[in-house]
């Protein structure tokens, strides 16, 4: 597609569940990056992938979230055993390589119960 | 944690004034961005200056670098009801990919 694409844009679910977050880079990009976005927050970094060289995980909060990506392609984030400060908004962006200027998904937007 | 922070947390002009927001930081860095965010969209990137550069333009942006008191501006001239949106500055440094992003300008353009 001509943009970033992540899925779903809302998820409301119950405290204690799993849930995972897709996004769909642009073609061609090799640089993906989780972000996580509270209530009136700039952006908090979560994991970064550069084509087919190990991930950096260093901005993952806690070992209920880890994130997936197959080759230069989709990437999931995945969420277990939820809590309600999980609540917020999760953007996924895309680079051309590391370095080069960020596009942005329009997020996904999630509220736990 | 956040390197950026922005100044005015929240900007409120008429339609045809100019805007100028803010943001300073603590450490080295080898470029700094700007990004816009419209309510409930996710970020776009607008411009970015590298630690060499002084200033910066782009159709009715202008950003500054001041490295040595670690801080930019960005100024939006002649502002448009479509301008309403939040802005973030955001620093990269030479060896690390990642952005540091500050909490964001709020600037609200009156019809």
């Known amino acids: 597609g001509a943009g970033v694409s992540q899925s779903p844009s809302n998820k409301v679910t119950e405290k204690g569940k799993d849930v995972e977050l897709r996004c769909d880079p642009i073609?061609?990009?090799?640089?993906l990056y989780w972000y996580r976005q509270r209530l009136g927050q700039g952006l908090e970094f979560l994991i970064y992938?550069?084509?087919?060289?190990?991930?950096?995980k260093s901005g993952l909060p806690s070992d209920r979230f880890s994130a997936e990506r197959t080759g230069e392609s989709v990437s999931t984030l995945t969420i277990q055993r939820t809590q309600q400060e999980d609540s917020a908004v999760y953007l996924c962006?895309?680079?051309?390589?590391?370095?080069?200027?960020?596009?942005f998904g329009d997020g996904t937007r999630l509220s736990i119960l | 944690s956040q390197q950026g922070e922005e100044d005015p947390q929240a900007l409120s002009i008429q339609e045809g004034e100019n805007a100028t927001m803010n943001c300073s930081y603590k450490?080295?860095?080898?470029?700094l961005q700007w990004y816009r965010q419209n309510s409930g969209r996710g970020l776009v990137h607008l411009i970015l200056i590298r630690s060499n550069e002084r200033e910066k333009h782009s159709g009715r942006l202008r950003v500054t670098l001041d490295t040595s008191k670690k801080s930019s501006s960005l100024l939006i001239t002649a502002s448009r009801a479509a301008d309403t949106a939040s802005y973030f500055c955001a620093t990269g440094k030479s060896n690390d990919y990642k952005l540091s992003f500050g909490a964001g300008t709020t600037v609200t353009v009156r019809a």
């Open positions: 073609s061609g990009h090799t640089a």
């Open positions: 450490t080295s860095i080898n470029n």
């Open positions: 992938f550069q084509g087919n060289s190990a991930p950096d």
């Open positions: 962006a895309s680079s051309l390589r590391a370095y080069q200027p960020q596009h």
